[in-house]
């Protein structure tokens, strides 16, 4: 009998010290995380009646349908964003194979620190870094002028390949990174049985490659996605005059407009439909979600 | 948004630091760029033992951080006198000045006046005025001896070389150049929204001819100097300074008017000390000081007598840029009602987008 | 003129930063041939296989294939396949596109690559396993596979880099057995890489023993087993009592050596002013008495100090005069000493060929 009030107190014990254990976790997740995105749904579902009065409603969420203009800003992003995952990728996929595959011995701590050394800069130096190099009497402007490519000066900045790049430099090392590790686990004789049984370097590439590096594609590309759509500075700063990023719809809704219900409203719709981009690419490229976190 | 965050959370470290060090008075002071010299900051502390906490903002943002805290983490803002009344009306982030704590003595009367008027809200007054200025065209004359008014930025003479701020006031400014006078639809929510649908349209179609939007002021200058920018609606102030610099760049004041804006001192809701503000009103409109925060504003200041005390350099370039005619065709801003920020917003976001 | 050879490698030579990994390596396999290639690791027989399979490019000399150059001929136009040591099948394909992935590469169509899959994974005993994931196969199932794939592209020439290492004993000799076999049915000259002289003894036609970058020896099993031409050969073949030796002429007519430890033998070879000595466990003689043995021109007495027993190939650890430490023996699986044990004293003997002498 007191065996088992004892083992019962133990239980109890126990459980107390797992829930303290997890209490920074929990109280992390719970404050920073959880609650400010209660409180934005609840604020996205409010409603301007009249001055300083709000009620409920699904007023902000049919704006953004209705209005082609915030759709079509959301619809833009989306696009330039699943473009500069593409190229991303595209630029870091031989980079992180030379990292993974091809460097030796230091060559390969000192090839990943070149690639993390920008982001010791903040995003805004970076970005500022990128419209010296750009702007009409910039130097990528001058050294043409110089190679007599152009008679004036050219303006390269503020149009939408100027965000693409500033994009893909910045989603380089996310990118890199699970690339490169994923491509680390590749046995080199996988790849020489699939020259060995007549491969080109192509075939060898979309067959065992690529396939083996699967998981890392997904992870990087999610992440270069995600942080491309979620950008602000870059838009702005390198973007045109035509160019409207769907964060700054937000920031406009949040600091100009100081409709704060409207704003969280646009930040919902982008969490949600970037999740489902994400997801429809998952789908479309016949990889699991689960799969892939376990994988990678 | 992320940065903005982060701002509020260094807003919140602040004032609980503020808490822990209240043995020692402090100003949170809310203001813009250029408003605070060091020298006048440094012998207010020292005339009255009062710290001064300084964060650098423009109208919009003030108007968003009181109203993320509903007017607290500051004791002390300077919001324009047009954007008191309607969020003040909407969100509550300003308490009524106690006008027996200031000597209206220190004032231009005529401004001190309206400037009450228009900051008025259910008879309460809520703004005093500060530093006053134009918003009109910087033109490089050499290069664009044509651009006399704001849709002078359209046309083919400074094709691709024209700038603009992506705000209301370039859509104020538009109107006024197309004939039209907004301030008047102010009170008519349909026919306002009307009238910046057109003045949308236009400026959709002039925005082949611009370079970009700017939206800092030292990247419109730096663009200005390098010559990439040949003309721009901005501030008399960037104006005068790159005149300095060079004198083919001007201030011009537009045919269809210069606008008018006066920026105030208005207390937080929850402003926690009020005294200090008050003294620093006071101190701020000895004309000896207001003369020095204007020079280093390059603006005027409403404090009577200031003038009196500028730099003669300023004055020059004043009489140069404003001769009798334009100075009374300055649109001044009346107050903006609420709501009206939502219609504008979006004639903005579909200029941005298209 | 005569068919050329399926494989010839002329003065074939690899130095890598200064250490030359091959060197001078001659030899020509033919049509239907299994050829082994033994060695210690290190010893080259890598690179080797590698410069065959043309993931390597020779320094120096000439490999040639049906008489056709293969230099500068990339690996995957090379009428070679390999067999890898983990064997590299493909985790994200299952058995029937691993299979059909050279067909693939060539250009074959859908339909007849399916059907070649099909038919030669029945060949080697995996029938109805198309649909099979690697990762669900046993070691020897996905050893067929790896050697299926190969052979559904009929390559002049298959090479398999030590691939039973990775097996366990028995499965071991199993497949040795079944390799045999595959390359009989396919009738494929085999190239095989190893350092287990079992395997290649086993299997192979002829074998080419490797040391230090060289050919030591190419011959059948058989030769180099019994007739090792030089002291690599004899330690690294088989099983053998090996002794340092010098010279004693006095013990003519033919070879007469010394033991370091003092015995003297009638022996057969060649030797300097030191030698090596080697005698094969089988090839001594065991009797009661020494009388028995009287055939033989070396005749020893001595005691059994153990007994290793492992089956066919039981040992016994004799400790005789002049033999140090001591001498193994084949334990006899018939007749008198059959049943010999621990302590029992004896006499064993044998012929001066069985004592190969090399100089040192």
Redesign the interface.
Known sequence: MSAAISSGQGRAAARLGLFLLLLPAILWLGLLVVLPHVEMAILSFSQRIRAGVYGFGFGNYLEFLTEPLYWRTFGRTAIMSILVTLITLVISFPVALYIAKVARGATKPILFLMCLIPFWASELVRTLGWMMLLRETGVASYLMQLAGLTYGPVELLYNDGAVILGLVYGGMLFMIVPLANALESLDDSQVEAGYDLGGSGFTVLRRIIIPHAMPGIVAGSIVVFMLSVGNFVTPVLLGGKNGLWFTEQIYAQFITRFNWPQGAAFGFMLLLLSTLIVWAGLRLTGQGFSETLRRS | MIKNLNRFGIVAAVSLLALSAQAQEKLRLLTWADYTPKEVVDAFTKETGIQVEITLSNNEEMISKLRATQGAGFDLAQPSQDRITGPQAEFGIYKPLDLSKIDSKLFIGSMLEATKKNTTLDGKVYGLPHIWGTDGLVVNTKVAPGVKDYLDLCGAEVKGKASLRAKRPTLIAFAFAMGEDPFKAYSDEKAYAALMDKVGTKLSACKANLKFFWDGKDALLAGLRAGEVTAAMAWDTGGWKLNSENPDLKFIAPKSGALGWVDTFAIPAKGRADDAAYKWINFNMRPEIAAKVAASAGNFSASQGADKLAAGKLKDQFAESFPQAAIDNIKWYPAVPAGLEAIEGKVLDKVKAN | MTEPADLALEQVTKVFAGHRAVDGVNFAVRRGEFFSILGPSGCGKTTLMRMI???EMPSSGEISIRGQSMLGV????RP???V???L?L?P??NVGENVA??L???GVGRAEREARAVRILERVGLPGYEERQVTQLSGGQRQRVAIA??LV?EPTLLLLDEPLGALDLKLREHMKLELKQLQGAFNTTFIYITHDQSEALVMSDRVAVMNKGCFEQIGSPRELYHHPATNFVAGFVGDANAWDVTPNPSLGPGLGVTLVSGADLRAHGRIGAVGHAYLRPEAIALAARIEELSGLPNRFHGKVSAVLFDGAASNLVIEAEGFAPHIRATLPQAGALAGVEVGARLAFGFSAEAVKVFPA
Do not use: D, E, K
């Open positions: 399979a043309g993931f990339p690996s995957n136009r070679v396949n390999m890898f040591q983990n590299a493909f994200m394909m992935y050279g693939a590469c060539q794939r190969c592209l």
